[in-house]
């Protein structure tokens, strides 16, 4: 039994006991048709037990002290509980105190907190964090970044979700937060890296236990990943390239917003990311004055310059590759050639010099040769600088 399966039998023995409530356990039962991930009927099976013994009107127990995350389950969690009681008693509406109620209410805006916007990665940015990382923050970046899957979705795939072909890989999403996110997704960008950390994967250093049912995502002792480690993880390697506040789910964002920028149709989006509607986009589309711009202007796509040595993608523009440093530019990759040489003419001399002071047998005539090469090289090098 993996992780994640004595994970979700933890959570299940805590709904059990939640259910020793007659109102709650029918409401378990209403969820579980719904198609909800079990951390999502868990949260909503104790908030409702919390509701029920409080007594209080809804908007009283609302106005409580508690922060709008919390806040904007409970509300969701009323709605599905009273849609349930209605269902059940042929009603078509919800409670008053319900009915035009948004999971952020204004009227429980705190004011005097600015909302935070979420930071959101440029693939530019992305590639930095990837070649600052490690071999398993590198990889789990590049795979979040380029399937756009949950966290939790990524930390429970096995090796049996993957498939390698025609130049890419296949993932199959098998344990995901709604039933809707069961899907298939592919991976095309940063597949070197994913094939590189698979062949020095943690658990082929440990004996039978490198199999199909194998996790891919996990630490060097071969124990699962843990979804706080991987966000600190995540969070640590964009601070290394001056962006703060990025997360596991930012890169969710980011691979959603690159979509919506390429001119993908959202029906399409929805299915790649898992998404129950086309509303849930709303919060994912982070696109900016600029891309409104290029897109009435007619503005080519960013292309795309591979580095020969690293295969790393980079921007057009760039003159060094992010990960390894190699020149990508013509002119320059003929004059780190050139350097080269003109290093390895310099060391040879220099070793002819000490000999020569050591009383050794040296041809004057091989010496002065080379003092001209180095010379013509020079004057080539200076030329096309």
């Known amino acids: ?15 059990s006991k939640l259910c020793k ?35 209080q009107p809804i908007i009283v127990f609302l106005e409580q002290k508690m922060s709008r995350a919390k806040r904007s389950i409970i509300i969701s969690c009323l709605k599905h509980f009273f849609r349930m009681k209605h269902k059940i008693n042929n009603a078509s509406t919800l ?5 035009n109620l ?61 498939k390698f072909e025609n130049g890419r890989v296949l993932i199959n999403i098998e344990n995901s937060k709604t039933l809707s996110g069961k899907r298939t997704l592919y991976m095309i960008d940063y597949l070197p890296i994913l094939k590189g950390y698979l062949q020095g994967h943690p658990l082929k250093k440990l004996d ?17 990943l843990a979804q706080s480690s991987a966000w600190w993880k995540i969070n640590a390697a964009f601070e290394k390239v001056g962006l703060k506040g990025v997360g596991c789910h930012s890169l969710r964002h980011a691979r959603t917003t690159d979509l919506i920028r390429k001119g993908m149709d959202l029906m399409t989006i929805t299915k790649l990311t898992g998404h129950k509607s086309l ?9 900016t004055f600029e891309d409104a711009f290029k897109f009435e202007n007619g503005s080519e796509e960013v292309k795309k310059v591979f580095c020969e040595s690293c295969k790393c993608e980079n921007e057009e523009g760039i003159d060094f590759c992010v990960r390894c440093g190699t020149p990508l530019n013509e002119v320059l990759l003929q004059n780190n050639d050139t350097q080269t040489q003109l290093d390895e003419l310099k060391k040879m001399i220099l ?13 004057i005539k091989i010496l002065n040769v080379a003092d001209n090469i180095i010379e013509e090289k020079l004057r080539k090098y200076e030329a096309k600088k």
């Open 102 to 162: 948004n999971l952020q209410p204004k009227r429980f805006k705190d004011s005097t907190k600015a909302s935070k916007n979420r930071a959101v990665p440029s693939k530019f940015q992305i590639q930095q964090a990837i070649s600052y990382s490690g071999a398993l923050t590198g990889v789990l970046i590049a795979v979040l970044s380029s399937t756009g899957m949950r966290i939790s979705e990524a930390l429970s795939l096995k090796m049996c979700n993957l």
């Open 279 to 287: 509303q849930m986009l709303q919060t994912y589309g982070h696109t």
């Open 351 to 363: 070793a002819m010099s000490e000999k020569i002071v050591k009383n050794e047998n040296v041809d």
């Open 21 to 55: 409530n007659l109102e709650v356990k029918k409401f378990n039962e209403y969820l579980l048709k719904t198609g909800l991930a079990i951390r999502t009927r868990l949260d909503y099976c104790s908030n409702l037990l919390m509701f029920l013994k409080s007594g």
């Open 208 to 224: 039978n236990f490198y199999n199909s049912e194998a996790l891919v995502f996990v630490r060097n002792d071969g124990k699962p």
């Open 1 to 15: 039994m993996d992780y994640i399966e004595t994970r979700n039998l933890d959570y299940e023995a805590q709904i």
């Open 95 to 99: 409670p008053p105190e319900l009915e």
